[in-house]
C-alpha cells in the first residue's frame, strides 16, 4: 500500500442503553477532536495508532467514567455504554465493521 493510499479516519459508532446519554465526546491527550449524538458514527483523523479516550454527555454536562482505546486508522469502532454486570455502568469500545 503506498503512502498516499493509506487510510487516515476512524469511525466510532456512538450507542448507549442509558437513555438519559445524549451524545459522546472523543479526545486524544485531552483536547476534544469529535462530538456526535447517540446513533449517529464520529469521524476522527488519525495518521497511526492514537489513543483515544470517550466521554459521555448526560445533557450538557459529561458524565460517566471516561474510556480509553487504541484506534488504528481505517478500523471502524463501537462505543457503548452499558451496564455490562449488576453494578456499575462503563463505555465498552470494540472493533466492529461497518461503512
Same mark, same amino acid.
Given at each position: 500500500?503506498?503512502? #498516499?493510499? #493509506? ?5 466510532? #459508532? ?8 445524549? +451524545? ?8 476534544? $477532536? ?19 479516550? $470517550? ?12 474510556? +480509553?482505546? +487504541? ?29
Amino acid at each position: 500500500m503506498s503512502y #498516499r493510499n #493509506r487510510p487516515t479516519t476512524v469511525k466510532i #459508532r456512538c450507542l448507549s442503553d442509558d437513555r438519559h446519554v445524549k +451524545r459522546m465526546k472523543f479526545d486524544i491527550n485531552g483536547m476534544v $477532536v469529535a462530538e456526535a449524538p447517540l446513533g449517529s458514527v464520529a469521524t476522527i483523523t488519525i495518521n497511526k495508532p492514537t489513543t483515544v479516550g $470517550v466521554t459521555i454527555v448526560l445533557g450538557i454536562i459529561g458524565g460517566g467514567s471516561p474510556a +480509553r482505546f +487504541r484506534a488504528v486508522p481505517g478500523k471502524c469502532y463501537e462505543a457503548r455504554y452499558c451496564k455490562p454486570g449488576l453494578a456499575f455502568w462503563e463505555t465498552q469500545v470494540r472493533e466492529v465493521s461497518f461503512v
